[in-house]
């Protein structure tokens, strides 16, 4: 078991660094400059700024000052707001986009399981075709027109629910309905299929052989091996989902990270551009590396040592 978490902890690492090397680098290549976007300023003064942010210095100066912040939690200053730092900025964000992204995560779990479960179960009735007819349909369409369609109609012409901000449980009614969308189909479409394949397998057959009850058959057995491949969507769309939908977030004009990631976007603020992807991909490498442990305890035939069975 502890060979198998170094192993997974090791490639988690050298991922994270990658990402942080490349991202560093891009930025450096995005063309403009944060001190030119909105009007002419002086050479002298151009130079002063860089100065002041470091930026004056050469690449690879700049990115070992960097590294060495990031190992200090200190992700440095953002451009566009003086006397901001960007991680102290993106912790004040975060939460308005968790606590979105947690409640979609677990309306995404609930309903997608379920409807794949229940499609499964009825394969081939009318309820089945119900259910896939709903899931195509959550694949078909983007997040933020599903977002401007609830806020149209429930917005504004029925008037039954807030459109903007996030200060009682109704505000949340129509971002998390936007962000799961796509999730709850996903995660129907794979629950089905995986349970379908599942009750037909050897093991099962075995078990209904020995008597077993059909319950214990069902929740034991069959579930249990249909959950591997949802905990490996689980982390990418729990790393999505928290760290706030781009669009979603500016069509409900909710303060979260995504809105401000594309209000950085559009000011050429590099900072904090790479502190929100570096702090995505931090959180999407770490929730890949626990689902990597998962496997272990859910999935008896993934060996300790980091290879399958």
Do not use: C
Request: hydrophobic fraction near 50%; charge should be positive; charged fraction near 15%.
């Amino acid at each position: 078991m502890t060979k198998y978490i170094l192993k997974r902890l090791l490639m988690s690492l050298l991922t994270v660094w990658i990402i942080i090397t490349l991202v560093f680098f891009l930025m450096r290549l995005m063309p403009g400059s944060p001190f030119t976007s909105e009007r002419f300023v002086p050479p002298q003064v151009l130079e002063n700024m860089k100065a002041q942010f470091g930026l004056d210095k050469s690449w690879g100066e700049q990115y070992l000052i960097y590294m060495k912040g990031l190992l200090q939690g200190n992700m440095g200053p953002m451009l566009k707001k003086p006397g901001y730092q960007v991680s102290e900025y993106i912790w004040y964000l975060f939460p308005a986009s968790a606590k979105i992204g947690a409640v979609a995560v677990v309306f995404s779990l609930v309903v997608g399981m379920f409807l794949g479960i229940v499609a499964a179960f009825n394969q081939g009735k009318l309820i089945d075709r119900i259910v896939m007819i709903i899931a195509t349909i959550g694949i078909s369409i983007p997040g933020f027109v599903l977002a401007s369609l609830l806020l149209l109609l429930l917005g504004v012409k029925l008037d039954l629910l807030p459109v903007m901000g996030l200060t009682s449980w109704k505000h949340y009614i129509m971002p998390t309905l936007a962000l799961s969308g796509y999730p709850v189909a996903f995660i129907a479409r794979l629950t089905r299929s995986r349970l379908l394949d599942v009750i037909r397998s050897d093991y099962i057959r075995t078990a209904r052989a020995k008597g077993l009850k059909e319950n214990k058959v069902i929740w034991k057995h069959a579930l249990r091996n249909t959950l591997i491949p949802v905990i490996t969507y689980l982390g990418p769309l729990v790393a999505g989902v928290l760290t706030g939908s781009f669009a979603i977030e500016g069509i409900f004009s909710i303060p979260g990270m995504g809105r401000e990631f594309v209000v950085a976007i559009s000011q050429r603020d590099y900072t904090m551009l790479q502190g929100v992807i570096i702090f995505y991909a931090l959180l999407l490498i770490f929730l890949n590396f626990l689902t990597d442990i998962l496997y272990v305890v859910i999935d008896p035939r993934i060996k300790i040592d980091g290879s399958e069975a």
